[in-house]
C-alpha cells in the first residue's frame, strides 16, 4: 500500500484544514487507518485512527472534540478534518496503515506511512 497525504497549510487559530489520505492498491478496506503527527524535536504521536470497516474511531486526548478521522473505503481514502486548530497542533502529519481491524496507538505497530503533510497554525 502507498499512501499520499496531502491538505495541510498555514491557518489562523480558530481555524480548519481538512487533511486527506489517498492510497494505492485494492486492499485499503484491510488496513485500519491513523493520523499521527511529530513536531520539531518531539516524538510522532498518535492524533487519530478508525477502525477497517471504519465503525470505530480513537482520538488522543488533546483533539477529541476537534477533530474526527472518516474513511471512505470506495474512494480508498482516509480524513481528518481539523476544527478549532490552536498553535500547539502545528506538526507534520502523517498518515498510516495498519494490517489490523483496530488501529493502534503506536507508530510502531503501523506497516506502510504516507510522507507527512506541513500543518502550521498561528497565533
Known amino acids: 500500500v502507498q499512501l499520499q497525504a496531502s491538505g495541510g497549510g498555514l491557518v489562523q487559530a480558530g481555524g480548519y484544514l481538512r487533511l486527506s489520505c489517498a492510497a494505492s492498491?485494492?486492499?485499503?478496506?484491510?488496513?485500519?487507518m491513523g493520523w499521527f503527527r511529530q513536531a520539531p524535536g518531539k516524538e510522532r504521536d498518535f492524533v487519530a485512527g478508525i477502525s477497517r470497516p471504519g465503525g470505530s474511531t480513537y482520538y488522543a486526548d488533546s483533539v477529541k472534540g476537534r477533530f474526527t478521522i472518516s474513511r471512505d473505503n470506495a474512494k480508498n481514502t482516509v480524513y481528518l478534518q481539523m476544527n478549532s486548530l490552536k498553535p500547539e497542533d502545528t506538526a507534520v502529519y502523517y498518515c498510516a496503515a495498519d494490517l489490523a481491524l483496530f488501529p493502534n496507538r503506536y507508530p510502531s505497530e503501523y506497516d506502510y506511512w504516507g510522507q507527512g503533510t506541513q500543518v502550521t497554525v498561528s497565533s
Open positions: 492498491g485494492r486492499t485499503f478496506s484491510s488496513y485500519a
